[in-house]
């Protein structure tokens, strides 16, 4: 008897993995969609003042909620990154009304902040989390940053616009990264 039981265990189960392969609902795993190709940086990974600020104040929850930290040591960093935290909303708000005032879009500035502390990305891999590197950590090639000045593919050196050749390292410009 518990041998036929586990047999229809086994049979539904079966049934329940091979139902999808069946009906053809298979969810594709990697979708073709350039969306979904984008390399999203790690917001632990962000400099800014505001997301840094907002990041110690969770850790410091998560910290005197797991008994690590003292009610007393817990008041004062609370309160030293609350301020940390609100001085920097406070100045991006800034920011964002200067915007406005000159007559510049909201979205624009946001966006011309964003241009302005933009990684330093590889033609190959992609934005890369080394801020200071001059070269990829994966493959090698030279870093550049993104929607700036073309850069040849084998030296990083800027090449002007038209430019057939870099002038660093002579070599042949065919595909240019940073447009």
Do not use: W
Not at 2 to 24: D, K, M, Q, S, T
Not at 44 to 50: A, D, N, V
């Amino acid at each position: 008897m518990e041998l036929v039981a586990g047999i229809v265990v086994a049979v539904a189960a079966l049934a329940l993995v091979l139902e999808p392969l069946v009906r053809g609902d298979i969810d594709q795993g990697a979708s073709t969609s350039p969306a979904d190709d984008l390399d999203f940086t790690d917001i632990q990974e962000s400099e800014s003042p505001k997301i840094q600020a907002l990041l110690a104040l969770k850790e410091i929850e998560f910290d005197r909620a797991t008994g690590k930290l003292s009610n007393e040591d817990y008041g004062a960093l609370k309160q030293r990154y609350a301020n940390a935290a609100l001085a920097a909303i406070e100045a991006e708000d800034a920011e964002v009304e200067e915007a406005e005032k000159a007559g510049d879009d909201p979205a624009e500035a946001a966006i011309q902040r964003a241009r302005a502390g933009a990684r330093k990305a590889c033609p190959t891999c992609g934005p890369r989390p080394e801020a200071a590197s001059a070269f990829c950590s994966s493959c090698g090639k030279p870093l550049v940053i993104p929607g700036g000045p073309n850069h040849c593919t084998s030296c990083g050196e800027a090449v002007p616009a038209g430019g057939k050749f870099c002038a660093n390292c002579g070599t042949a410009v065919g595909v240019l990264v940073g447009d």
